[in-house]
T-cell receptor, first 113, second 113 residues
Framework: AQTVTQSQPEMSVQEAETVTLSCTYDTSESDYYLFWYKQPPSRQMILVIRQEAYKQQNATENRFSVNFQKAAKSFSLKISDSQLGDAAMYFCAYKNTGNQFYFGTGTSLTVIP | DAGITQSPRHKVTETGTPVTLRCHQTENHRYMYWYRQDPGHGLRLIHYSYGVKDTDKGEVSDGYSVSRSKTEDFLLTLESATSSQTSVYFC????????????FGNGTRLTVT
C-alpha cells in the first residue's frame, strides 16, 4: 500500500492571508493521481483539487492551487486569501492505477479572523 | 453532488452484536469503497468493490465483511462488534480510471459500548 504523509496535524492562518499545507507520498509507480479533500465540521468530504502525475502544470481551482513536485513526491496545497469558511480538516489522497485511494492523516486548519 | 446514501447515520450497539451498514448509490459507478475515519489515522480502507460480487480487502479488513449483490448497494457487516470498531464509517464511489475522484456519503457514526 502506498503511504501518504501529512506532517502538519494543525495549521492556522490569518483571514485573507495565504497558507500552505504539506503532503508527501511514497510510491514506485509512475502513473497516479493526487487529490486534496476538505472536511468541515459537518463531516462531509468535499473534493478541493486534483492533479494527474503525468501533467507538469500545477492544478488550480480559484483560490486553491497545488505545488506538485514529482521527483520529490510532494503535493502541497496553497490556499490564497483565506476565508473563515476554509476552516476544516484537509486530507491529501493518492490514487493508483488500480483505483485504490490512500489518505494522509489530515491537517486541521484554523482561520483566525 | 453524487447520489450516495448511507444508512443509518448513527448507531449505538453493544459488544458482540452483529451490525450492518448500508451504502446505496444512484450513479451507476463501478467502484464502491468502505473507509473508517479515526482521529490521528485519517481515512483507512476497509474493503472495496470493483463490480457486482467482486470485492477485495483493504488495509484494515479484519473483523469486517462486505457484499455487493447489486451495482447500487454495498453492505458492510461487523459480524461481532468490538469497541475498537467504534468509528465513523464512510462509503465512497468512483468511476473507473483516470483522475476520477472519490465521492463520499455523509458517513455513519458507530458506537460500540
Amino acid at each position: 500500500a502506498q503511504t501518504v504523509t501529512q506532517s502538519q496535524p494543525e495549521m492556522s492562518v490569518q483571514e485573507a492571508e495565504t497558507v500552505t499545507l504539506s503532503c508527501t507520498y511514497d510510491t514506485s509507480e509512475s502513473d497516479y493521481y493526487l487529490f486534496w479533500y476538505k472536511q468541515p465540521p459537518s463531516r462531509q468530504m468535499i473534493l478541493v483539487i486534483r492533479q494527474e502525475a503525468y501533467k507538469q502544470q500545477n492544478a488550480t481551482e480559484n483560490r486553491f492551487s497545488v505545488n506538485f513536485q514529482k521527483a520529490a513526491k510532494s503535493f502541497s496545497l496553497k490556499i490564497s486569501d483565506s476565508q473563515l469558511g476554509d476552516a476544516a480538516m484537509y486530507f491529501c489522497a493518492y490514487k493508483n492505477t488500480g483505483n485504490q485511494f490512500y489518505f494522509g492523516t489530515g491537517t486541521s486548519l484554523t482561520v483566525i479572523p | 453532488d453524487a447520489g450516495i446514501t448511507q444508512s443509518p447515520r448513527h448507531k449505538v450497539t453493544e459488544t458482540g452484536t452483529p451490525v450492518t451498514l448500508r451504502c446505496h448509490q444512484t450513479e451507476n459507478h463501478r467502484y464502491m469503497y468502505w473507509y473508517r475515519q479515526d482521529p490521528g489515522h485519517g481515512l483507512r480502507l476497509i474493503h472495496y468493490s470493483y463490480g457486482v460480487k467482486d470485492t477485495d480487502k483493504g488495509e484494515v479488513s479484519d473483523g469486517y465483511s462486505v457484499s455487493r449483490s447489486k451495482t447500487e448497494d454495498f453492505l458492510l457487516t461487523l459480524e461481532s462488534a468490538t469497541s475498537s470498531q467504534t468509528s465513523v464509517y464512510f462509503c465512497a464511489i468512483s468511476r473507473t480510471g483516470g483522475n476520477s475522484p472519490l465521492h463520499f456519503g455523509n458517513g455513519t457514526r458507530l458506537t460500540v459500548t
